[in-house]
Structures are given as C-alpha cells and as structure tokens.
Nanobody
Framework: QVHLVESGGGAVQSGGSLRLSCAVS????????MGWFRQGSDGKREGVGT???????SYVDSVKGRFTISLRRAENTVYLQMNNLEPEGTAMYYC???????????????????????WGQGTQVTVS
C-alpha cells in the first residue's frame, strides 16, 4: 500500500507562485506513475501534471508553461511548482500513484484520474 502526504498549499494572489510537495512511502515501485490532480468547486477531478517511470511528463493544456512536475526518487518526493497562478487554479490539489497499473499508452491515459489507485488527503490552493 502506498501512503501519500501533500503539503505546500495556501492562499496567494493572482500571478503568485506555490510549490506543492508530496511525500511518498509504503510499497512503491520504480514503475509507478505519479501525478498531481485538482478538484475545484464543480467537483470534477482533473489531471494537472503527471510523470511516468521513464520520465515522460504530461500536463493539462491550461497549465503548460506555468507548472512543473518533478520526481526525486532518492527523496521519495514529488513536487509541483506552480507559477503565474490564476483564480481558476483555486482547488484542492491531490497527489496520486498508480501502483501496479499497466504502463500508460498515451498522455490522456497518464492524466486520467481513473488509472490512479493511491491518493493523498489533498492540500488547498486558493488564488484571489
């Protein structure tokens, strides 16, 4: 079982930056994909940025050029650097892992919440 703990959320003004961290522990494997997801007031959960075991990275179009995901296996930590934040980015942000899932076949697959089976408790980001 994989245990994920997010931190780094907060309230920022439009144009500001935050860095989210996700501490990973438990039965992780080198083939796991990791990702950041968010759920806003509409209740829909979407993939923000994901990375697979080969370092292949995918982002949702709305954050490309502003957000950067990184994985430091030696630290067992996944980061999401968020720059130039917009009010539309207000959401609960979740870290997730797809332990034991088949390799992703596309960027769409990599960003799909349904492939991930381990989730953190979330960290709130509010942009005003």
């Amino acid at each position: 079982q994989v245990h994920l703990v997010e931190s780094g959320g907060g309230a920022v003004q439009s144009g500001g930056s935050l860095r989210l961290s996700c501490a990973v522990s438990g039965n992780t494997g080198s083939s796991d994909c990791m990702g950041w997801f968010r759920q806003g007031s509409d209740g829909k959960r979407e993939g923000v940025g994901t990375i697979d075991s080969n370092g292949r990275i995918s982002y949702v179009d709305s954050v490309k050029g502003r957000f950067t995901i990184s994985l430091r296996r030696a630290e067992n930590t996944v980061y999401l650097q968020m720059n130039n934040l917009e009010p539309e980015g207000t959401a609960m942000y979740y870290c997730a892992a797809d332990a034991g899932a088949p390799p992703p076949i596309s960027d769409y697959d990599l960003l799909a919440p349904v492939r991930y089976n381990s989730w953190g408790q979330g960290t709130q980001v509010t942009v005003s």
